[in-house]
């Protein structure tokens, strides 16, 4: 909302020499503004009087002026067609600020001194929806009565202050001069003054001639005024400046003070060519597929959930959001049907969404006060009477279900100290009240506050304590911190140790979007569900909710490379979506993506490879607590996947997970991705971390190769290691796998280092050969061989 | 054969004090005191001695022989010493080249900033609680005094997967989830961070973002708590200078509404492009709960009172860290990730 601050004067006295300090009241209070300032921005002009006008003798076009400014007459060259001898201007006088950083400085054009600039209304910087073919073509022609050295923004009604206003959405009182007025008249303690409505009525009443007939809940009150023999033209330059202050382009006199009236009342009204009516209007709501051509000219087909405006055989308006075509006000209307109505706001918000948000939808929207809309259609008759000498015809037509009692609540003292932490003094409370125009009644501890229809927003005692507070001031209550019983504070550390481990292994956490396209959404899963799409995405990029984050992390990983970045080792714990059953749902997922070099340890970089970041998900497990309970399971794997380079995890035999490389199609580079479902794995229990107490006696290390199918799972053989040996056995670990020459074509060697180790004695040698021994006859027994 | 003796002595001292290297001193430790030296041989020929003298040659040899072997020990220890010294001499480095990089990951920086709300707020007694990203319609907007219809719907225009599900506006949505999950309807003191989405897409704004709700409900929890809790909130997340400002606003769920600005970080409140030349930066929307909201989730509004307030987490992680665009945070660059790895 953008406020004129000569139109707020109007109603309430305040000075806005210094506008600054206005808006920043008003933010005090709780409406914040985007900006503020003078309508039009520019300094040292004056009113001037072309006394001479030559052509200047080096041009075709320009002009050398001789301009009384009052106190002297100065010589100005000017371009401008319009310019001639006897014309009263506008000059900027040496020195003078116009918008857009222009500075006016003394200078001569092509030999000519020049003091001065002979100004265009577009050079005073307003915006070009506001000008008219002149303003664009010429300098301004101020009228012949302009006195020569006065101030033209004064004279022309244009030293205007605008503030705009961001209003919250609960305040669609402040949608109106009047709504501002009583807010100002609040902070500054200064009365609103009544709005004049005042005029003639003649002839036989309307109700003789015109029915309403209203057919719909969504209209609470319909009130509707005739008045005759408008004559159509331009408006009064008060009215076309606070339209433009307002940010309203003014079409002609009639239509202004429909705008004009709204803005001061915060009631739209909407006016119909009477002559295209048959005598009749109905409200109701539209037929499925009605159609109506608005004002635009565009044919609206329509839903059973538009309120329109009908003459009884068809759709001539949608109500509260665009008239209709066949009855718009043109330059022969002669007689008007004024409309000043209420309708269910929320029906009015799903049809401007769908249709066009304006000045006039936005204020159904919010609400509206029942006493303006009959103060509107009687200020509107006052003001066709004055400038456009209508004639207005007896009588008010009028359907309305409203009620314009004020509200009365009940409030104490207790209620609000309670609520804000602090001591308002009594007096003070009231005073507040009486600020803001509320009659109240003391009765004891109690107060009745009788808040008036246009505060739509108060409705309960919290509302007027937010009122005390907001024109008291909350500024001087003192924080303090609740008094609660002292207990220790709880989070979910798992995330965040998983987030910890990750880290110390490398990893970059990442960040990534939710929200991927439906055909990545299904990708890098075998599971059973359905996508959630969005029904109104605002991209089909990013139409449907991931399900795993393997895809987000890869788009991460393509921005990368795309930068040259080629070394991406990142993780994220996030979220992925599913329907499964009829039901959505959501699960905590673990993912990580690992690509190019990896920095492992000191002096170690290694190109990631599949046994890279199967590592790190070993050492998560372990870190978990899962140690031994977990496997890498081939085969089952999604297509997006290297077939040969790719593992189910599995612990407690729930698959939980996956690991792998990046099928070569997907992605040419070598990029290798887990994922874990924390949820399902996070239910697996486990146990406490125990310290385990360290043997006293030396282990010892004893490396074995064997020679086994190629294909064969290197775990099958760990198994059967594991199994022979016992319980002396402390680790095995892989430290070679060798094909080539020296083995057999086909086979592989797998080189072991197993260490031995009891917690009660130093085993001797013929002990760990027996157990070797062992080892070995069982490895020969499955068919292969060691190497000796 | 006393002169002998002495004159082995002197010829041996002689020759070690004269000798060059490791080589000819174990040389002379052979030829003097090996079991072929020359004062072996001597002790060897004192068969021919008296018993008188026997005892006198003894001991003269063997005062010769460990003075000879105290000299030889001497010299081998300066060699020794020498060697040592000139193969450390030969391990030096340049130690001024780079040590070896040794890197541990980052945590991204909103995840910083909500694990250090949540330290904050665990240490005065809160709990932090989750819920779905993918919440009802009923929870995000109609338990929070926000019916179909409200215009307030239009702050947050959403993503809505069906009539009922949407991915979650605000953190607010928590708020009801807990009131309601609190059977006993016992006290509440709460933080929920998480990520949030809107149909927002201009240049300041992303579709998902990251918010933080705060709710407290008690008996007799007033205004006054809210902003001494909020200040320690903002001060430790932007400086301990920074000052508060309340200014009324509105928020459904919520009565009266506030949004909390903070002098400005920047400048200190002296104006500059960040603050816009205000001074404040608005940081919270906070209130006291509506009563209504109380009553829909199952506490009576005539008992208990409560406070509530969110901000955006990508703003706090911004400011905190001079991060210029919004963007940044969800592009995920490696180069922009790795800066986040130093204690703040």
């Known amino acids: 909302m953008k406020l004129s601050t000569n139109f707020v004067k109007d109603y309430v006295d305040i000075d806005d020499g210094d506008i600054e300090k206005i808006a920043d009241d008003m933010t005090r209070v709780g409406n914040e503004y985007d900006s503020c300032g003078k309508l039009i921005n520019a300094t040292n002009l004056v009113i001037g009087e072309v006394k001479e006008c030559e052509m200047h003798p080096d041009s075709d076009h320009l002009h050398v002026c001789k301009v009384d400014v009052g106190n002297e007459i100065l010589q100005i060259v000017c371009g401008a067609p319009n310019v001639r001898k006897g014309l009263k201007v506008i000059v900027a006088l040496v020195g003078a600020e116009l918008p857009g950083d222009f500075k006016i400085k003394k200078g001569n054009i092509r030999g000519q001194e020049s003091n001065g600039m002979l100004c265009s209304i577009a050079e005073l910087g307003l915006e070009n929806k506001f000008l008219t073919d002149a303003d664009r073509d010429g300098i301004h022609e101020l009228p012949q009565d302009a006195p020569v050295g006065g101030d033209p923004l004064k004279f022309m009604e244009m030293d205007d202050g605008v503030i705009d206003f961001e209003l919250t959405a609960n305040r669609g009182d402040l949608l109106s001069i009047l709504g501002m007025a009583y807010e100002l008249g609040a902070i500054y303690d200064k009365p609103v003054k009544e709005i004049e409505t005042s005029h003639k009525e003649d002839g036989e009443d309307i109700n003789k001639s015109f029915k309403l007939e209203i057919n719909t809940e969504n209209c609470e009150l319909f009130l509707a005024k005739r008045v005759e023999n408008v004559s159509i033209k331009e408006s009064p330059a008060f009215i076309k400046n606070r339209l433009i202050a307002s940010g309203i382009r003014p079409i002609n006199n009639v239509v202004d003070i429909s705008n004009y009236v709204m803005l001061e009342t915060g009631q739209p009204l909407h006016y119909y060519d009477a002559d295209t009516l048959k005598g009749k209007i109905e409200v109701r709501m539209a037929k499925e597929g009605e159609k109506l051509t608005t004002l635009d000219n565009i044919e609206r087909t329509l839903s059973e959930d538009d309120i329109v405006i009908s003459d009884g055989t068809k759709a001539i308006g949608l109500a509260g959001v665009m008239g209709g075509l066949d009855t718009e006000i043109e330059e022969t209307t002669k007689n008007i049907i004024i409309e000043s109505a209420i309708f269910n706001p929320v029906k009015i918000r799903q049809t401007s969404k769908k249709i066009l948000r304006s000045e006039a939808s936005s204020r159904f929207e919010k609400g509206l006060d029942p006493v303006r809309t009959y103060m509107a259609i009687e200020r509107s008759c006052n003001l066709l009477e004055k400038y456009a000498d209508a004639k207005v015809v007896t009588g008010l037509a009028k359907y309305d279900t409203t009620s314009k009692e004020d509200k009365e609540i009940s409030i104490t003292y207790e209620d609000i100290n309670n609520l804000l932490g602090l001591e308002v003094p009594e007096k003070e409370v009231l005073e507040v009240f009486r600020k803001l125009g509320f009659k109240y009644k003391e009765e004891g501890k109690t107060i009745k506050v009788y808040v008036p229809t246009r505060r739509l927003d108060i409705s309960i005692k919290e509302d007027l304590i937010e009122e005390v507070g907001r024109i008291y001031g909350v500024d001087n209550i003192e924080g303090k911190l609740p008094i609660l019983p002292v207990r220790p504070g709880s989070y979910n550390k798992v995330p965040r140790e998983i987030r910890n481990k990750m880290i110390l292994l490398g990893l970059n956490e990442t960040l990534s979007y939710i929200l991927v396209n439906d055909k990545e959404a299904s990708k890098f899963t075998l599971d059973e569900f359905e996508m959630v799409r969005l029904l109104d995405p605002m991209t089909e990029e990013r139409n449907t909710l991931r399900y795993s984050m393997i895809p987000s992390l890869l788009k991460i990983y393509e921005y990368n490379k795309a930068h040259n970045v080629k070394d991406v080792s990142i993780f994220e714990i996030g979220k992925g979506f599913y329907k499964k059953n009829g039901e959505y749902g959501e699960d905590s997922k673990l993912c990580v993506l690992m690509s190019g070099e990896y920095y492992l340890g000191v002096d170690n970089r290694k190109q990631v490879d599949f046994y890279i970041i199967k590592g790190i998900a070993e050492e998560l497990l372990n870190y978990l607590g899962y140690e031994n309970r977990y496997s890498f399971v081939a085969g089952n794997i999604p297509q997006e996947f290297h077939p040969g380079q790719t593992a189910q995890i599995v612990v407690n035999g729930k698959q939980v997970g996956i690991v792998g490389r990046v099928h070569p199609t997907v992605s040419k580079e070598p990029v290798y991705v887990m994922e874990i479902n924390l949820d399902l794995l996070l239910e697996i229990k ?40 016992g319980n002396l056995l402390k680790s095995t670990d892989v430290f070679d796998v060798y094909t080539g020459e020296n083995v057999e074509k086909g086979k592989k060697s797998i080189a072991y280092s197993l260490e031995f180790e009891a917690q009660d004695r130093t085993l001797t040698d013929d002990e760990i050969n027996d157990i070797l021994n062992k080892i070995i006859q069982a490895i020969e027994k499955q068919g292969m061989e060691i190497r000796k | 054969m006393k002169e002998q003796i002495e004159q082995i002595s002197k010829n041996a001292k002689e020759e070690i004090a004269n000798v060059k290297d490791v080589k000819e001193l174990s040389d002379l430790k052979v030829k003097y005191l090996g079991k072929k030296g020359e004062l072996t041989a001597v002790l060897r020929g004192m068969g021919a001695l008296t018993p008188e003298e026997r005892p006198i040659i003894g001991s003269l040899v063997n005062v010769v022989r460990d003075e000879l072997e105290k000299l030889i020990e001497e010299k081998e220890e300066q060699y020794k010493a020498e060697e040592l010294t000139k193969k450390l001499e030969e391990e030096k480095i340049d130690i001024t080249l780079p040590g070896t990089k040794i890197k541990t990951g980052s945590k991204h920086p909103v995840n910083r900033i909500i694990e250090e709300i949540e330290d904050l707020f665990v240490s005065m007694g809160y709990d932090v609680v989750d ?40 953190t607010s949505a928590v708020q009801a989830r807990v009131m309601m999950a609190n059977e006993e309807k016992t006290p509440i003191r709460v933080i929920c961070p998480g990520k949030t989405y809107r149909r927002d897409d201009d240049a300041t704004h992303s579709h998902q973002f990251g918010q933080v709700e705060g709710l407290v409900i008690d008996k007799n929890i007033s205004l006054a708590d809210l902003k001494g809790t909020l200040e320690i909130f903002v001060k430790k997340m932007l400086g301990e200078n920074s000052k508060l400002r309340f200014r009324p606003s509105y928020f459904p769920f919520t009565e009266p509404s506030y949004e909390v600005d903070v002098s400005c970080f920047k400048c200190g409140g002296k104006g500059c492009n960040l603050c816009k030349q205000t001074g404040w930066i608005e940081v919270l929307g906070s209130g006291m709960v509506h009563p209504n909201v109380l009553k829909m989730n199952g506490y009576d509004p005539e008992k208990y009172t409560g406070f509530a307030f969110g901000t955006g987490l990508d703003r706090l992680a911004m400011f905190k860290y001079g991060i210029t665009d919004i963007r940044y945070l969800y592009t995920n660059d490696v180069r922009f990730l790795k800066q986040f790895d130093r204690k703040d």
């Open chain 1, 686 to 725: 486990t146990g406490k971390m125990k310290y385990k107490e360290i043997s006293k006696f030396p282990s010892i290390k004893k490396d074995l190769a064997v020679i086994a199918e190629k294909n064969l799972a290197s775990e099958e053989i760990a198994k059967i290691i594991k199994k022979a040996a």
């Open chain 2, 131 to 170: 819920g779905p990203e993918l919440e009802t319609d009923e929870y995000c907007f109609e338990r929070l005094n926000l019916p179909k219809g409200h215009p307030a719907r239009d702050m947050q225009d959403s993503f809505y997967v069906s009539p009922e599900y949407l991915l979650r506006t605000q």
